[in-house]
Nanobody, 124 residues
């Protein structure tokens, strides 16, 4: 199981920005696609964005296109999710995981349990 640690969440006002980080301490992320998923209270977990191992391909959910940017720094073994123009409906726990990119989809490939995630709350 690939152990990833999410960080960077917090409380932000609508229209604000946050940058989430996904890091691995014991494994290299260099050869893996990585995706961000989120789960809001009472809702199913949904894919937000993902990036290929080389970083040359990215996917975004329609709800975040134009507002979120996924990137990776393989030298730092970290994947980022820059979230701009945040809306209350972005409030959720955000998780990162290993994925494969199929067309416009992000397919989770890690069969282990999800990490703790990082809470993002958008509220005035």
């Amino acid at each position: 199981q690939l152990q990833l640690v999410e960080s960077g969440g917090g409380l932000v006002q609508p229209g604000g920005s946050l940058r989430l980080s996904c890091a691995a301490s014991q494994f290299t992320l260099r050869y893996r696609g990585i995706g961000w998923f989120r789960q809001a209270p009472g809702k199913e977990r949904e894919g937000v964005s993902c990036i290929s191992s080389s970083g040359d391909k990215t996917n975004y959910a329609d709800s975040v296109k134009g507002r979120f940017i996924i990137s990776r720094d393989n030298a730092r073994n970290t994947v980022y999710l820059q979230m701009n123009s945040l809306k209350p409906e972005d409030t959720a726990i955000y998780y990162c995981t290993a994925v494969s990119l199929y067309g416009t989809n992000c397919q989770r490939t890690d069969t282990g349990s999800w990490g703790q995630g990082t809470q993002v709350t958008v509220s005035s």
